[in-house]
């Protein structure tokens, strides 16, 4: 009986889990993988198109492997329910209390997977560097041309996504392009997107930084794993030593997110480019956004290039004839504006 509870309360808070979270399963990520994730890692496909050859009638046709890989992903995530029930003891406690309890920690759980989410997703996008601003006048007219970027790339167009804070949001909202989810068909309802605009499905999310303004992507090349390493429960603590007649409700979640291809998440920033400038070997960045906290760079000499270093004013990188140096700028989140380039000529 215990065990068939403890099946029953991490659907319940599954679903919760479900229904609350903006980056949901199968629609944002997919959740494909080999192996168990509480062995800490699990094997995870690198999607790749197959290779199409000609067909002979007399021999046949060349044989070929597929041309996707398998890659790592970490479960790092970890993250515990443990919210006390002070005066019942776990077979007492009213039914009402527990319903409560569930749906607080599927909300808890959902806010914290979709945070996490939102942290691979800012560190792996592709940025399309803007030099102005975005606004309600030029918001379609940057998705057309995300879309566009992804098409080159042949991410496919049915199941494109687009993540959108919610100042940029009110944009899309006075956009005549926008068309609302109540006029769409119900397999757009049921993904929970707000609507439609320039081919992508359009979801509200919080969780971006105010400068992250749209992150656009495809979830076949976005991954989430995710398992109860201990279901959730209702745990007597009378032997704890500090509570008595109380009880608790205890679960542990844990995940891991991996975007496997850049090129398949981009991202439109509220950070401006910024500009780099060579004079006598000497490389000086310029921040030309208001919310740039600081900007990063790397040289390439030859055919190598060397690691993303933190710009400093004070003592400015040097190059040789020929190098090259590409800068992008950044803000207290970390949000990164595109990246722009200069060579020693």
Request: aromatic content about 8%; proline content about 2%; overall charge negative.
């Amino acid at each position: 009986m215990a065990v068939a509870l403890q099946d029953r309360y991490s659907k319940l808070v599954e679903a919760k889990l479900a229904a609350e979270i903006v980056q949901k399963d199968g629609v944002i990520w997919n959740n494909d993988y080999e192996g168990d994730p509480k062995a800490g890692a699990v094997k995870i496909p690198v999607r790749g198109n197959a290779q199409v050859v000609s067909y002979d009638k007399q021999n046949g046709a060349t044989k070929s492997f597929t041309n996707g890989s398998y890659d790592t992903l970490a479960i790092d995530k970890d993250y515990a329910v443990n919210e006390v029930i002070d005066g019942y003891d776990a077979a007492a406690v009213p039914d009402n209390i527990v319903a409560n309890r569930l749906d607080a920690a599927g909300e808890g759980l959902a806010l914290q997977q979709n945070t996490d989410g939102t942290v691979e997703l800012l560190d792996k996008a592709t940025v399309a560097g803007q030099s102005s601003a975005t606004s309600k006048s030029n918001i379609y007219e940057r998705l057309v041309d995300i879309g566009t970027t992804m098409s080159k790339d042949y991410v496919p167009k049915t199941g494109r996504w687009a993540l959108v804070n919610p100042d940029t949001m009110a944009f899309i909202r006075k956009s005549a392009e926008f068309t609302a989810a109540s006029q769409l068909g119900d397999t757009v309802k049921q993904t929970g997107a707000v609507g439609m605009i320039a081919g992508f499905m359009v979801f509200e999310d919080a969780t971006l930084p105010a400068h992250a303004n749209v992150i656009c992507g495809h979830k076949n090349w976005c991954c989430r794993v995710k398992e109860w390493a201990v279901n959730v429960h209702l745990q007597s603590l009378d032997g704890s030593g500090t509570y008595i007649g109380a009880s608790a409700v205890q679960g542990r979640r844990i995940y891991g997110h991996k975007v496997t291809n850049s090129k398949a998440v981009v991202m439109d920033s509220g950070v401006l480019l910024p500009t780099v400038a060579i004079a006598s070997h000497t490389a000086t960045v310029t921040l030309t956004s208001t919310n740039a906290t600081g900007a990063k760079y790397r040289i390439k000499h030859g055919d190598a290039w060397g690691n993303w270093t933190t710009y400093n004013g004070s003592s400015k990188p040097t190059t040789q004839a020929g190098d090259t140096i590409e800068v992008y700028g950044f803000d207290a989140d970390g949000v990164r504006s595109g990246i722009v380039s200069q060579i020693d000529s």
